[in-house]
């Protein structure tokens, strides 16, 4: 990536929003955050695509007007995650730099995360449409094998040199693709990942299933609140199946209830979200009730019960948490959601009333 | 001689008596005795303005009586239902000079007064011969029927008495008695007046014809019908009865309006001092068919007119200039050199202002319409509305100011047309409203004005997946890293 404030919404901000090659080069500081703030001052192209290609992921998500215009937080934003996967960059990890300069550049990507939170809708849409792609980000491997020994590229292109006389040094070039989360990351990479996430709750709910960080309830689920929030989630998690995302929600969910120290009050907010997850659960397999009659996804591993999704329907459904008729709107949809709840107590066994348990005493704290 | 009736007291010697719900003393009917007739008008005139009379006239009976001793006075007879009624009867007859006596047949003992609370009886009854035996505290008289006087009569055969206090309420309609003669003038007067006014001829008793105007008057008209000989004006009082104006009638004749016929008229004249009956009920006819305005009417000449040619039109309408306030504006006429103004307007208009806009184009010309009176687009000549579909510039209007449903229907405009007028113009054009469409949905497409070139819309995003390339980044990559000057209390403070 060339140095300057276009080559960096080109090759960086826009392949994020909008899919391609993310270029990733020598960490930006605060002058470039300066240079580029001050690029955007005047409407360039690049700045009216990015924001066109924002508009365009958040049509896909939201039916209001979202706030799309790069601003200084989103740059902010945008440089941090930069800078994050330059710490994965092969030519950061050099034993002649300095772990000073190190230390200045996570401080400068806490600084650039620092950011108000956001809380409307249209601001979760907002900012996912800018760092909504950067959990499934993959990067290309190359390893390359000759006579004489290999060399392995992370994210980079193989030297020609490398390449020639392919048959008579015997090179070989094998090329696999890579999440970057799966990496091996750092310990520092990973405290700011969290920070990351945090900035972006909605894109925190949309990828559950992530290697790293491990999905959590408790930073997001006060946006459940927000009804249009809450269908949007649960499309999206119906879109990705429930076998794929339900083990991720399930085990978040019970570690969220398990966060309840019994032995003290629980603050307000955690129960609220234990209530705000499981109507979320109940919604997501009442949805699933008025499509289809089938009861496939209603099966429980007994070796990973806390994997389970269609458990925690049914405690649920045992602490009262499932709508009447009067929300459900049908008595049909009702009695075929109180069935499914009770399937999975005869797969879990003596699971089920721990499960209850547990949910009863969180609720009760 | 009279007894008073105690507390309780159930039998008594007068026969016909019985206590009602209070323990007073009561027969069927309360007898007054008076002297003279005008009495009698007196105690019916203070008994119609406490109340309707309707109800007692079916027995009431008024008896002109004689005396063994040959002296006449008059008795009325008044059903009574119970001893509030006869009070009310006992306070009128008191006014009177009347004595109030109470009975059923022929016994008729005096009413209760401030000794008797609760009335009298008789300790034996007169066995003189008589009608009507009057049993009072001092005497005890029988009187004899002479004749009859029935209450009708007696009431149509009162004369009027001067009433300085009457006055003609604001919306009150009145009846116009005039002489035969006359009732043409009148009713042009009135029609001239723009009063409405309907006719009816009347025949009297005596043959004699009239004409009754039924109408609303000015207090100007008032004073001077009432002082225009042949002509009197009448209150109505019943639906069958009215009183001339200036005059009242001793009973109050809304609380006896049974003793009127049905099919007759009543008209009570204070200044002739008689009483007009009209047999048959009165007929009115609406003036407004029976006035002739001006001299004699031309023969119509009947002209063809092809719908839609407005110039065939041969009102002499005039465009002129004129001040005032400024209404609102409902049309516009651009020429078409305007247009791209135009579009640069309807780009900046929000939707919901842009939907109240609807276009035509001509050869030379963008018409605009608006649907509601807002503030419109300020572009071109701009038209008011003086009449349904009627367009006239601001600042101009049309002369002679007719009626604007005339104009429209000299013009022949409407739900289907619009007609521009324009100084310019000697002819005022006409456009169907079919020819104008939305503004939104098809005039930017008809006006020929360059577009501007817009960006191609992004491909699908949400499927195109994001990797990441590692670029070269040299061999100090950190070197000269800046952190931000003061983000602890700086720009920091901006999260």
Known sequence: MEPGPDSFLRDFVRPLVAGGELHVGRPLDAEDLSALEAELVLTTEESLSIELARQAVASELWLYPVPTTLDRGDLALTLALHNLLFMSHPGGDRWWLRSSSQERVRAFIVWCLERPLPRSGEELVARHSLLGRFPDLTRTDVDVRFWAGHRTFQGQRPPQRLLRWRGLRGVREQRHQVRWLATELSDVQRELLALLLRQSPLTDLLSPQRPFPPFEWLPVARHLSDRHVCRLVCHRYLEQGLEQVGPALAAAFWRLVDSIDLRIPAPEGSRTAVKLVAGLVVYLYALLAMATDKKDHLRVDPAHPNEALPAVLMVAARCGLVPGVEVLGGGELRERLEEWAGLPATQLGDAADDFTRRLEAALAA | ?495
Request: with cysteine.
């Open chain 2, 1 to 495: 001689m009279l007894e008073h009736v105690t507390a309780n007291q159930t039998r008594f010697v007068a026969p016909g008596l019985s206590s009602d719900s209070r323990g007073i003393a009561l027969g069927r009917y309360c007898v007054v005795l008076l002297p003279s007739i005008d009495r009698v008008v007196g105690l019916f005139r203070g008994l119609s303005e406490r109340g309707s009379l309707d109800d007692l006239l079916s027995s009431l009976a008024i008896l002109q009586v004689r005396t063994p001793l040959k002296s006449r006075e008059f008795l009325v007879q008044i059903p009574v239902s119970n001893s509030h009624v006869a009070d009310g009867i006992g306070a009128a007859a008191a006014l009177m000079g009347g004595l109030t006596f109470t009975g059923s047949a022929k016994h008729f003992v005096k009413y209760r007064d401030s000794g008797s609370p609760l009335g009298y009886d008789v300790d034996n009854l007169h066995g003189g011969a008589g009608d009507f035996i009057l049993y009072a505290a001092d005497f005890v008289q029988a009187y004899n029927r002479e004749r009859d006087l029935p209450f009708g009569r007696l009431v149509l055969g009162l004369s009027l008495e001067r009433d300085r206090q009457s006055r003609l309420l604001p919306e009150e309609d009145v009846l116009v008695r005039t002489a035969p003669g006359l009732w043409r003038m009148v009713t042009a007067y009135l029609h001239r007046n723009n009063m409405p006014c309907e006719v009816a001829a009347c025949d009297g008793d005596e043959g004699r014809r009239f004409f009754l105007l039924r109408c609303r008057l000015q207090p100007r008209m008032v004073t001077l019908f009432r002082t225009t000989p042949g002509i009197e004006v009448y209150q109505l009082r019943t639906e069958r009865a009215a009183v001339q104006l200036g005059y009242r009638h001793p009973v109050e004749l809304s609380s006896c309006g049974s003793i009127f016929a049905a099919d007759r008229f009543y008209l009570f004249s204070g200044t002739r001092g008689c009483l007009d009956m009209v047999v048959g009920g009165v007929s009115y006819f609406s003036a407004q068919a029976l006035v002739r305005l001006g001299d004699e009417a031309q023969p119509l000449t009947h002209r063809a007119f092809r719908p839609g040619e407005v110039s065939g039109v041969e009102v002499p309408l005039k465009l002129v200039t004129s001040s005032g306030p400024r209404p609102p504006v409902r049309a516009s006429r651009l020429p078409m050199q305007q247009a791209p103004w135009l579009k640069k307007l309807v780009y900046l208009l929000p939707p919901q202002a842009l939907e109240r806009y609807r276009v035509c184009l001509s050869d030379d010309s963008i018409y605009l319409v608006s649907d509601a009176e807002v503030e419109f687009i300020p572009l071109g000549t701009m038209f008011y509305q003086v009449a349904l579909g009627i367009m006239v510039p601001v600042g101009y209007e049309l002369l002679p100011r007719v009626h604007p449903e005339v104009l429209v229907q000299h013009l022949g405009t409407g739900q289907d047309k619009l007609v521009f007028f324009e100084p310019a113009s000697p002819r005022p054009l006409e456009l169907p409203r079919d020819a104008f469409v939305p503004l939104t949905r098809q005039a930017l497409a008809q006006v020929s004005v360059q577009r501007e070139a817009t960006l191609p819309a992004p491909e699908t995003l949400l499927d195109r997946p994001a990797s990441m390339v590692n670029d070269p980044v040299g061999v100090f990559p950190l070197w000269g890293f800046h952190l931000p000057k003061a983000p602890q209390n700086g720009e920091g403070e901006e999260t």
